[in-house]
């Protein structure tokens, strides 16, 4: 007979300490609406507008790094002085003076080319870049109001140009009309707010800025590329993997503790996958169904039926934000205007009452996006203004165009030259007002991270969040340090 000390190993009484529940930690949450446009917008009017916005926004703080910089410089005996315009610069005088870039390149879309063929509309570009292999083909010039001017010289390959920045050179104009160029400024980092500064604006959040709770050491998860897709399942089991690790299902109960820490998923566009099918597919599908103008076999319920599902097993969990990307049914031209409620009939429950002014447990949001998280200063985009600008330069430092767009003060330079946007008139929402805390971009080809520094003392975290279909990779973000772990979903053993 087998006695009960002898299987003392298998058996074992209750543990005297029972185990409490865990319960996620709360996200403390501002959302900003500074990209969000107007239900009665209209469209007929110019996109100069948004030039001319900008240069008025930024050429002050251009012009007052350059001053500091090259007031009292002499080179050949030859004081620099400052012009007003593009076109008070003289041949052979040194001079400064601060405009637009506007980079020439025969490979980029044109407007004007499209109409002239009779293309009154034109498909959104897809050629992977839009410099010239070729010297000489490409040209970048600097502009205001009175005119432009061709800019020459090596110093511009050590600084990325795109159409839209807005710089100041310093230099003298040649023979040939063209301005050489000497050294070149551009605005810098803006001033960076404090954190928690946006809660402190409201009598009801003093009290929880002062409190431990402040500093509850949580973490932000960032996940891109989502990709649901109703005809490829290639990486159906990672998504389903990704749920559990977010809900804290299958694990132990050590990394259960750990993910409950985790306040907040953002989801950084391009939640639904592109249709695969081929041409010829296309073609016949149309032939056969095509009724009244509309071909109803070109639109698939099932990944936005997917990702409905997804979003409905997480919120009773935690709290999502979820941007549109290029592949999502929102609006194509910048800024993206949230995905509307109406596309997730399982999850909706869990969005904002119209009208109020709390933002609910799913907040769908526009692109780009800002808010405060945890007392951060939180800038995040979808992607399309980085893989703009990618296609300008002969790089793959995509970190690198992140921080000169942050020292340029504009998220979107291109828009309106080659990334579609709204024809705003009386404001100019890409330029930066204030510094970000934390600054993502979505749906790009790898993970990369940094930090970067300003002349006040600024600091902004960069991060390029991979797309998930491609790498199988999320990120967390500690909110108190802002340090990032990159997380890799796999169905390998010994994998996370």
Not at 3 to 28: C, F, I, Y
Not at 130 to 153: A, C, W
Not at 341 to 366: C, H, N, Q
Request: with cysteine; charged share 25%.
């Amino acid at each position: 007979m087998v006695t009960l000390d002898e299987v003392a190993g298998l058996l074992q009484k209750p543990l005297d300490n029972e185990s409490k529940p865990l319960e996620r930690v709360p996200s403390n949450y501002k959302p900003l609406h500074s990209f969000a446009l107007e239900k009665d917008r209209q469209y007929q009017q110019q996109f100069a507008d948004i030039y001319f916005l900008r240069l008025t926004k930024i050429k002050p703080s251009v012009e007052e790094v350059a001053r500091t910089a090259w007031d009292g410089t002499v080179i050949g005996g030859e004081k620099a002085r400052r012009v007003e315009r593009v076109l008070d610069v003289r041949q052979g005088e040194l001079c400064w003076v601060a405009g637009t870039v506007y980079v020439d390149m025969p490979m980029k879309p044109n407007i004007l080319e499209d109409v002239s063929k009779d293309r009154w509309i034109s498909a959104p570009t897809t050629v992977d870049h839009y410099y010239s292999e070729e010297d000489g083909k490409d040209s970048i010039m600097l502009e205001d109001d009175s005119g432009r001017i061709k800019l020459v010289g090596s110093v511009l390959k050590d600084f990325f140009m795109v159409t839209g920045c807005i710089i100041a050179v310093m230099g003298t104009e040649n023979a040939n009309g063209e301005f050489e160029v000497l050294d070149l400024k551009f605005a810098d980092l803006p001033p960076q707010p404090e954190r928690w500064e946006l809660s402190r604006g409201k009598d009801e959040d003093v009290e929880m800025t002062d409190s431990p709770a402040s500093g509850s050491g949580s973490k932000i998860a960032i996940v891109s590329g989502l990709e649901f897709s109703g005809s490829d399942a290639s990486y159906a089991v990672e998504l389903n993997l990704l749920l559990e690790y977010l809900l804290g299902e299958a694990l132990d109960p050590a990394a259960q503790k750990e993910l409950s820490h985790i306040s907040r998923l953002i989801i950084a566009g391009n939640s639904i996958a592109t249709d695969t099918k081929t041409a010829a597919e296309d073609n016949k599908e149309k032939k056969t169904h095509k009724k009244y103008g509309y071909d109803s076999s070109s639109y698939n319920p099932v990944p936005s039926q997917l990702f409905d599902e997804f979003l409905s097993e997480l919120l009773p969990s935690m709290p999502v934000t979820v941007l549109p990307g290029v592949q999502d049914p929102a609006n194509a031209s910048y800024p993206q205007q949230p995905i509307h409620a109406a596309m997730f009939p399982k999850s909706r429950g869990y969005t904002a009452i119209p009208g109020s002014k709390e933002p609910g447990w799913l907040d769908t949001v526009t692109n780009p996006w800002e808010g405060e998280i945890e007392g951060w200063k939180v800038l995040g985009t979808g992607g399309q203004n980085l893989d703009d600008v990618f296609k300008y330069v002969d790089s793959d430092d995509r970190l690198g165009m992140m921080e000169a767009m942050c020292r340029w003060r504009c998220c979107a330079p291109t828009a309106p030259d080659t990334l579609w946007a709204y024809p705003f008139q009386d404001d100019e929402p890409f330029v930066l007002k204030e510094c970000p805390h934390l600054y993502f971009v979505g749906c790009q080809p790898q993970f990369g991270t940094k930090i970067i520094q300003g002349p006040d003392g600024q600091a902004v975290r960069l991060i390029a969040v991979p797309s998930f279909a491609e790498t199988r990779e999320i990120v967390l973000v500690d909110s108190e340090t802002l340090e990032v772990t990159k997380v890799k979903i796999s169905t390998g053993l010994g994998e996370v």
